[in-house]
C-alpha cells in the first residue's frame, strides 16, 4: 500500500468515534435542560404551593378578626345588658331600703306617740293616786322601748341584750307575783337574742381587702398550643426499586426548605387580650366592693351574688392550677359560705304583755280616783 491509501485507510478509521462523542455531548445536555426544566418546574410549584398558602393563611386571619370583632360585640352588648340590669337592680333596692327606713320611722313615731299617750294619761291618773311600783313600771317600759330601739335600728345586740337584763332586774327589786309572766316573757326574749349567730363583719371585710390587693397577681388562662407532629421520614433508601419513594421524600425536602407546615391535631385557644384582662379584673374588683357593701347593710342575697359573679370569671378565664390563683379561688368559695345577715326577731315578746300590764293598772287608777 501507498502512504496516500494508507492516510485514507486512517480517515475513514477515525470518523466513527467523532460520530460517538458528538452523540454523547447532545445526550448529555438533553439530560442538563431536561434537569433544569425539572429544577424550575419544581421551583414554579414551590413558588405557586407558596403563595396560595399566603393567601389560605391571609383569609384565615381575616376570619379570626372578624369573629374576634363578633365576640367583642357581642360582649359589649352583654355588659352593657348587665350593667342596665344592676342599675335598675340598684334603683329597686334603693327604693325599697328607702321604703323600709320609712317604714321602720313610721313605727317609731307611733311607738312614741302611743308612749306619750300612756305617759300623759299615767301622770294624769298619778295625780291623784301615785304607787312607786308604776314608776318602777315605768322605767322598764322605757328599758324595753329603748331595747327594741337598739336592735332595729342600730342592731346593737349585746345592748340590747343589756337592757333587758336591767329591766328584769327591775321588776325583782318590786318582788310582785303577778310580775311573774312579764319576768318570763323577758327571759324569752333575752335567749332569743343570745341564740342569734355571731356576725364577723370585721373579720370579711378584712378578708374581701386582702383578696382585692391580691387581684393583679392572678394569672389568666395560658395560650394553649398542641404538640407539633414531627413523625415524617426523610432518610433515602438505597434500593432502585424504591426510587418513587425517594422521589417523594426528596420532594418533601425541598417543599420544607421553602415553606414549613407544621401540623397540629387541635385548635390554638388565643391569648385574652389587654383590654379585656383589665375589665375582669376590675370587674373582680367591683365584685368585691359589692359585698363588702353588702356586709354593712347585712343583704346576703347581693353579697353571695357578687361572690358566684367572682367564682366564674375564675372559672372561665383564668388559672386555676396557679398556686397563688388556686388560693385565691378557694379563699372566695370560703367567703361565699358565710353569713352576712340575722334575722331579727319582728317584736320582744314582753313588750305587749308589758303594754297591757301598765293599761291594767291605769284602769285600776282611774277606778280608784272615781271612788275617791
Request: glycine share 0%; charged share 25%; proline share 2%.
Amino acid at each position: 500500500m501507498t502512504d496516500t491509501e494508507n492516510k485514507i485507510e486512517q480517515e475513514t478509521h477515525s470518523i466513527p468515534p467523532i460520530k460517538e462523542n458528538t452523540k454523547s455531548s447532545k445526550i448529555a445536555l438533553c439530560s442538563a435542560l431536561l434537569a433544569l426544566f425539572l429544577i424550575l418546574l419544581l421551583i414554579a410549584v414551590a413558588f405557586f404551593f407558596y403563595k396560595e398558602n399566603r393567601i389560605l393563611v391571609a383569609t384565615q386571619q381575616q376570619q379570626l378578626t372578624s369573629l374576634a370583632d363578633k365576640f367583642v360585640a357581642q360582649s359589649s352588648q352583654q355588659i352593657l345588658q348587665i350593667r342596665q340590669t344592676e342599675q335598675i337592680k340598684s334603683t329597686l333596692e334603693a327604693q325599697i331600703e328607702q321604703t323600709k327606713i320609712q317604714l321602720q320611722q313610721v313605727n317609731i313615731d307611733n311607738q312614741i306617740v302611743k308612749t306619750d299617750i300612756q305617759s300623759l294619761q299615767r301622770s294624769f291618773s298619778e295625780s291623784n293616786v301615785r304607787h312607786p311600783n308604776d314608776w318602777i313600771l315605768a322605767e322598764v317600759e322605757y328599758l324595753v322601748a329603748l331595747s327594741a330601739r337598739k336592735i332595729w335600728l342600730e342592731q346593737d345586740i349585746n345592748t340590747a341584750i343589756a337592757l333587758l337584763v336591767a329591766a328584769d332586774q327591775r321588776i325583782v327589786e318590786l318582788n310582785d307575783a303577778s310580775l311573774s309572766p312579764l319576768r318570763g316573757a323577758l327571759l324569752e326574749d333575752i335567749n332569743a337574742l343570745k341564740a342569734l349567730p355571731h356576725l364577723d363583719s370585721d373579720g370579711i371585710i378584712i378578708a374581701l381587702t386582702s383578696l382585692e390587693r391580691r387581684v393583679d397577681k392572678l394569672r389568666s388562662s395560658s395560650l394553649l398550643v398542641p404538640d407539633i407532629d414531627e413523625s415524617i421520614d426523610t432518610d433515602l433508601s438505597n434500593d432502585i426499586n424504591e426510587w418513587e419513594r425517594n422521589l417523594q421524600k426528596s420532594w418533601d425536602l425541598f417543599i420544607t426548605s421553602f415553606i414549613t407546615v407544621n401540623k397540629r391535631d387541635s385548635k390554638v385557644e388565643a391569648l385574652l387580650s389587654p383590654e379585656k384582662s383589665w375589665y375582669l379584673k376590675e370587674n373582680i374588683r367591683n365584685s368585691l366592693a359589692k359585698a363588702e357593701f353588702a356586709i354593712y347593710r347585712q343583704q346576703q342575697d347581693a353579697y353571695d351574688l357578687a361572690l358566684v359573679n367572682i367564682l366564674m370569671l375564675m372559672k372561665n378565664y383564668y388559672d386555676l392550677k396557679d398556686n397563688s390563683t388556686a388560693f385565691f379561688y378557694k379563699s372566695v368559695q370560703r367567703l361565699s359560705q358565710r353569713n352576712v345577715s340575722i334575722n331579727y326577731p319582728s317584736q320582744l315578746k314582753s313588750a305587749p304583755l308589758l303594754d297591757r300590764i301598765l293599761e291594767l293598772r291605769l284602769k285600776k287608777s282611774f277606778a280608784r280616783s272615781s271612788l275617791k
